[in-house]
């Protein structure tokens, strides 16, 4: 995984663990990779992965059973979606219509082009 300097590790590894819940590569009380076998697979230190892990418990996305790893909480899939969704509105939204009325586009050229993707 490629990571980016504008936001610590761990955070971009959690957000990618959900990208992977939203993509239902992991489904409500299912168990995901171990936290080292997580920082192998993306190449990071274990004590990252770790607070990577540790973040995603705190909001209530996974949850530990002591002894089996890390699993999905019920219903964070719809958790993950109202927070992004919130996000979005409150930090793309704004910065996007700014962009839109810079170079002079309105809502239709907006649809039109959602239309194509």
Same mark, same amino acid.
């Given at each position: ?7 610590? +590790?761990?955070?971009?590894? &959690? ?8 993509? *239902?590569?992991?489904? *409500? *009380?299912? =168990? ?6 997580? @920082? ?8 990252? @992965?770790?607070? @990577?892990?540790?973040?995603? /418990?705190?909001?209530?996305? +996974? ?12 219903? &964070?899939?719809?958790?993950?979606? =109202? /927070? ?24 239709? *050229?907006?649809? &039109? &082009?959602?239309?194509?993707?």
């Amino acid at each position: 995984m490629m990571f980016n300097n504008d936001r610590p +590790i761990y955070m971009q590894m &959690a957000e990618r663990l959900c990208d992977e819940i939203l993509a *239902d590569t992991y489904q *409500d *009380d299912s =168990r995901i990779p171990s936290v080292r076998e997580y @920082a192998v697979m993306l190449g990071v230190n274990t004590n990252t @992965a770790v607070k @990577a892990y540790e973040e995603l /418990a705190q909001l209530g996305i +996974i949850y530990n059973r002591r002894g089996l790893g890390y699993f999905v909480r019920k219903g &964070a899939k719809g958790e993950i979606q =109202r /927070a992004r969704r919130l996000k979005f509105l409150k930090e793309t939204f704004p910065e996007l219509f700014r962009q839109m009325r810079l170079v002079g586009m309105g809502i239709g *050229d907006l649809v &039109a &082009a959602w239309e194509k993707f």
